[in-house]
């Protein structure tokens, strides 16, 4: 069932709505950013990248910290890619970064799945994240995928790049967000995604897939092996998505503006990096500073401290008119529960309301991303479509109002509107998928189910007659033959 086809229209929807900060904390975050910049610099640049950045005007201290003149950030930013396509296998899932629609999506790197039936956590699995992928493929506000658990069972990291990778193309044609972890993983994993385009030019015309790359290991260092894979994929034609994830009293400053000047420091950084290697390369402004608690140090993914700093950092990306995306709905909670519930939709709703092009992490996560639940990513599908809905506002011009409509109905008319068709079709109605508005009688009648039973029951239904086909069989087979045995998820497993 539909659930909110109308509110991902661009001609509906209203734009930003939440600016925590205002115009003069802007630019003052901004000056202060690029003061940082200027005079902090970046430590631990690999030689590639000190070639890179000092060709363009970044500055290689005594020190070994690479220094970035105003200037040289400033018009990065003005030539930097701008209203960018993450494309799908299918068409029809292609996601223009233009600021006027949110896209929610999954992430994360949970090392267990939430079992909500059983209410038990364990180690997540390869198949678990082939199971997430084609469950996404069916939910209509999930727009894009990455992958959301770590395969535990596969310790190699090759073969967990590969495999990670080839279970998320393979289990949806939206478009696949994903990590390497070091450079020469990238090299097969192009090969793949060069068989399923058709070959490369076709990929290339067409990147289904973009790498989420955290080049940057907080406070303002570069992250070695990181950056190798950035710069290799930047070859391969991948988008990138700039990932900075410093933590709010930990690695990054505990004031929440100080967290958002140092994060938006290591995103332009970045951004630099990326226009250096190849002017005009997509890239993604992924400012994601994260809320600590402080009686713990813990993470507080589903504080409100978190929904300001992902806000924030949206603004941002606004303000530099670069597609941006930021987090949101970590809930800390550990199961599908009222808790979950209101941190996942408070947080949601106002990183939909900031204007963030993407929300990463917006589905499925729990005990601050150290969980996925199959389950939550159904009930969640449900609140993101509320929160699309509510963003894209309504109409109020012309016959909309009614007026004559009301001067009928009470003059003469029935008195009611009951049976009456709006006066425009544009189905301006939720239905949701698996939340439930049946009278307190028919609940009964039901069998008194709660949410999680209906999306356990959901669930088996998808995973028992849902094996998509996007890549078919006889692809399948050819990977299979140049590939070997790097492939893990048996045929079994794909409903062959």
Known sequence: ???????????????????????????????S??????????????PSCVDALTGVGAVLGADGRIRFPRNLVLD????????????????????????????????????????????????????DIYDAARLAEGLDNIHFFQRPMVARDIADPLELDFNTLYACVTGTSKHVGISFTVRENVKPALEMLHMIAGGEEKFRARPFVSNSNCFVVSPMKFAEDACGVLEECVKGGLPILLLSVGQAGNTAPADLAGAVVQTVAEVLAGLVYVNALKPGHPAIFAAWPFASDPRSGAMAGGSPEQALLGAACAQMARFYNLPGSTAAGMTDSKLPDSQSGYEKGITDMLAALSGADLVYEAAGTHAA????CLESLIIDNDMLGHCLNSRAGMSAGGDQLSVALIEQTCLGGPGHYLGLPPVREEAPHTY?????RWSPREWEDNGRPDIVMRAVAEKRRVLAGRFPRHVSRTLDERLRARFGDLIRLPRSAMGV
Not at 21 to 28: K, T
Not at 369 to 372: E, P
């Open 432 to 436: 949701p998928l698996i939340a439930e």
């Open 1 to 31: 069932m539909k659930t909110s086809a109308p509110a991902h229209d661009a001609s509906r929807a209203c734009g930003p709505g939440y600016r925590p900060l205002g115009p003069n904390d802007i630019e003052r975050i901004h000056e």
């Open 76 to 127: 990065t930013i003005g030539g930097a890619a701008r209203d960018i396509t993450l494309y799908g296998q299918r068409p029809g899932h292609d996601l223009l970064l233009d600021g006027s629609n949110v896209h929610f999506g999954t992430a994360g790197l949970a090392v267990n799945l939430v079992d909500a039936e059983r209410r038990e956590y364990r180690e997540s699995r390869l198949q």
């Open 369 to 372: 991303l150290l969980g996925f």
């Open 33 to 46: 950013a690029l003061t940082v910049l200027e005079t902090v610099g970046f430590a631990d640049a690999i």
